[in-house]
């Protein structure tokens, strides 16, 4: 019989656990409703002003202004084109199909790219 007693003692237990848990429930509940009727009356913030309130292009400007703002703040050297690029894993080469300085076409898979390293590049003036 002490094991119908031993049962009966660990469901005494159990349930007066869930009843504390129950009243914890109940008064965490309580604090947060509290809390969100607290943020609810709260005045929302006002909308932040820009860092750069006299830029001259903002996120409203057009895209071609933005554009042309992308193009000049990454723009590369106007004097040096890269002609070849050699991918060191693969030993693959891609080849410009039109040089922007000779304007003749290469073709890469035909042998009539140009030889050389990595880094070759003529300046624009030759």
Do not use: Y
């Given at each position: 019989?002490?094991?119908?007693?031993?049962?009966?003692?660990?469901l005494?237990?159990?349930?007066?656990?869930?009843?504390?848990?129950?009243?914890?429930r109940?008064?965490?509940?309580?604090e947060?409703?509290?809390?969100?009727?607290?943020?609810?009356?709260?005045?929302?913030?006002?909308?932040?002003?820009?860092?750069?309130?006299?830029?001259?292009?903002?996120?409203?400007s057009?895209?071609?202004?933005?554009?042309?703002?992308?193009?000049?703040?990454?723009?590369?050297?106007?004097?040096?084109?890269p002609?070849r690029?050699?991918?060191?894993?693969?030993?693959?080469?891609l080849?410009?199909?039109?040089?922007?300085?000779?304007?003749?076409?290469?073709?890469?898979?035909?042998?009539?790219?140009?030889?050389?390293?990595?880094?070759d590049?003529?300046?624009?003036?030759?």
């Amino acid at each position: 019989m002490t094991d119908k007693s031993s049962i009966q003692a660990t469901l005494a237990r159990v349930r007066e656990r869930l009843a504390d848990l129950d009243d914890e429930r109940c008064e965490l509940q309580r604090e947060m409703e509290a809390l969100e009727a607290r943020l609810a009356s709260e005045p929302s913030p006002a909308v932040k002003q820009p860092a750069f309130e006299n830029a001259t292009i903002t996120s409203a400007s057009p895209s071609h202004e933005k554009v042309d703002l992308f193009r000049r703040l990454f723009a590369g050297r106007p004097e040096v084109f890269p002609l070849r690029w050699k991918n060191r894993k693969t030993g693959r080469s891609l080849t410009l199909s039109k040089s922007p300085v000779t304007g003749s076409h290469r073709h890469p898979r035909r042998g009539t790219g140009v030889q050389g390293s990595v880094n070759d590049a003529l300046p624009a003036g030759v």
